[in-house]
């Protein structure tokens, strides 16, 4: 069964903690996105990767971070530098410039 | 950088009414992608328009690319209520970046 899962799909996360969330696609696609989505938002991009072992900011990527040692994961850490993390986060994966395809997301909540 | 923009941003209708929203783009557009996201949910992909002109239609969706290849469309046709939720095109980005760039979506609410 095909497809990118998120996980988890809730998080709750005290000030000043670093948390991660997972990305995995078996989809064989090369490129994978963050975004964020606040409420009655648009996507804004994170941070995005074309390839193994390489990723480029995207345009809110102050207080996050990502890997991708493997081409079917991308983590993204929210760091405690990232002052107003309770968002939607939104995964996805694609061929170049072909469509998207998302997971289910996960919504952070600081308590 | 590219950027679309989409309007309107809110639109609300009666179930039956015909209701579009619009993309922008300041420069052309090698293609242009249009997502859904119901309420709660993720962006699902619908379409991707390629050709100068082009119109594509879904059931009652009605999909055009602009001859200049600077703006798209999205119509629906006598709306029902599942047809709620938020509608986002996308434009793709630097070809060597290959990411793609989202309008803030127009989010369709639809009275019974």
């Known amino acids: 069964d095909g497809g990118i899962t998120q996980s988890p799909k809730y998080l709750f996360r005290k000030e000043g903690q670093n948390v991660t969330l997972s990305c995995e696609q078996n989809?064989?696609?090369?490129?994978m996105y963050w975004y964020r989505q606040d409420p009655g938002q648009g996507l804004r991009l994170i941070y995005y990767?074309?390839?193994?072992?390489?990723?480029q900011k995207g345009d809110i990527a102050e207080g996050y971070s990502v890997s991708r040692e493997k081409k079917e994961s991308f983590p993204l850490t929210v760091t405690s530098a990232q002052k107003n993390p309770t968002a939607f986060y939104l995964c996805?994966?694609?061929?170049?410039?072909?469509?998207?395809?998302f997971g289910q997301g996960t919504r952070l909540t600081v308590v | 950088g590219q950027q679309v923009m989409q309007i309107p941003q809110y639109q609300h209708v009666q179930e039956g009414e015909d209701f579009t929203t619009y993309c922008n783009s300041s420069?052309?557009?090698?293609?242009i992608q249009w997502y859904k996201q119901r309420p709660g949910g993720h962006p699902v992909f619908l379409i991707q328009?390629?050709?100068?002109?082009e119109v594509k239609k879904q059931k009652r969706l009605t999909f055009q690319f602009g001859e200049a290849k600077k703006n798209s469309s999205l119509h629906i046709t006598a709306t029902q209520t599942t047809d709620v939720g938020t509608y986002f095109c996308a434009g793709p980005g630097n070809t060597n970046a290959g990411k793609s760039t989202f309008g803030d979506g127009t989010t369709l609410t639809v009275k019974p």
């Open positions: 996805a994966s694609s061929r170049r410039n072909t469509e998207a395809f």
């Open positions: 420069t052309t557009l090698s293609n």
């Open positions: 990767s074309q390839i193994v072992n390489d990723f």
């Open positions: 328009l390629v050709k100068s002109g």
């Open positions: 989809l064989n696609h090369d490129a």
